[in-house]
């Protein structure tokens, strides 16, 4: 009932083959979700410093509108004449 030896070891050796095939496949795998983060985190680094830079230029729009209103309410405008300072009051 047993099997031969020369089938025994061929089925071992099936065995072994397919357990290699799989292990190739996971470490395939494993290496191209690690080179798909290293692409993520790329761009997610690249997209928090577009980010800093745009909330920099909305945040300086935000207070050069600020500035021409507080002008406007006071009355300033272009025509504003400019007077140097004597030295002596520097």
Known sequence: MTPSVPVRYGIWLACLIVVVMVWLQ??????????????????????????QRLALERDARRRL????????????????????????AR
């Open 26 to 51: 996971v470490r395939i795998e494993v290496h191209q979700l690690r080179r798909d983060l290293d692409r993520t985190g790329a761009a997610i680094r690249k997209a928090r410093v577009l980010n």
């Open 65 to 88: 509108i600020e500035a021409e209103r507080v002008a406007a309410e006071l009355g300033l405008t272009d025509d504003v004449e400019i007077v140097e300072a004597p030295r002596e």
